[in-house]
């Protein structure tokens, strides 16, 4: 979100085809941290692998300028044949900035 309330969405190129996610991530913070002064929120979506709980989630990092940062994970498991997919528990928790690091 911009600092004008207005809402868009960035992406991050790395020059390869199927890029480690930690190297599209740490792009995209990157990118995103030159823009910050333009900024009021940013959140970063990722599908996520949660080996402690052996199943696959999306995570949403969401950040505010004002110093807020915080993750929730939504595990989630396809049904056998793809019929489907099975909800975990919404989890939230204290994040760790990285565009308004302080």
């Not at 890029?19 to 009021?40: E, K, M």
């Amino acid at each position: 979100m911009d600092e004008g309330g207005d809402h868009r969405m960035v992406a991050a190129e790395v020059g390869s085809e199927q890029p480690a996610s930690a190297d599209l991530i740490t792009t995209l913070i990157a990118s995103l941290s030159v823009q910050r002064d333009h900024l009021r929120a940013v959140a970063i979506v990722a599908d996520v692998r949660l080996s402690d709980q052996g199943t696959d989630g999306i995570r949403v990092t969401l950040e505010h300028a004002e110093g807020v940062a915080l993750s929730v994970v939504l595990p989630y498991r396809v049904r056998r044949l793809g019929r489907g997919i099975n909800y975990g528990d919404l989890q939230a928790s204290e994040a760790v900035a990285f565009i308004w690091a302080r």
